[in-house]
């Protein structure tokens, strides 16, 4: 089990830029795939990026590539969302998420989540 402690949002205008924090507790963070999810009001919580243990593989909705891009750090513990060009329809609740079982390319087993950040992006 790891614990997952998300930062980084806020409000922002269209065409602005966000980085999301995710700081994991634990000594095997490196063995985690980890991801973002989000999940506007109501509207059920979707699959945004996610990103392999060493950082080399990543997969992205469609609705965010070219956009968004996901990293880590395992040194630090540390997973990142790197969110440009932010337009007003990717106002929701980011929450991030660890997985040893990486299914697909969506992140359909996650086995941690994190608390959540709000991302407001006004037009």
């Known amino acids: 089990q790891v614990q997952l402690v998300e930062s980084g949002g806020g409000l922002v205008q269209a065409g602005g830029s966000l980085r999301l924090s995710c700081a994991a507790s634990g000594r095997t963070f490196s063995t985690y795939w980890m991801g973002w999810f989000r999940q506007a009001p109501g509207k059920e919580r979707e699959f945004v990026a996610a990103i392999s243990w060493g950082g080399y593989n990543t997969y992205y909705a469609d609705s965010v590539k070219g956009r968004f891009t996901i990293s880590r750090d395992n040194a630090k513990n540390t997973a990142y969302l790197q969110m440009n060009s932010l337009k007003p329809d990717d106002t929701a609740v980011y929450y991030c998420?660890?997985?040893?079982?990486?299914?697909?390319?969506?992140?359909?087993?996650?086995?941690?989540w994190g608390q959540g950040t709000q991302v407001t992006v006004s037009s």
């Open positions: 998420a660890a997985t040893m079982n990486m299914v697909g390319v969506t992140m359909t087993r996650v086995s941690d």
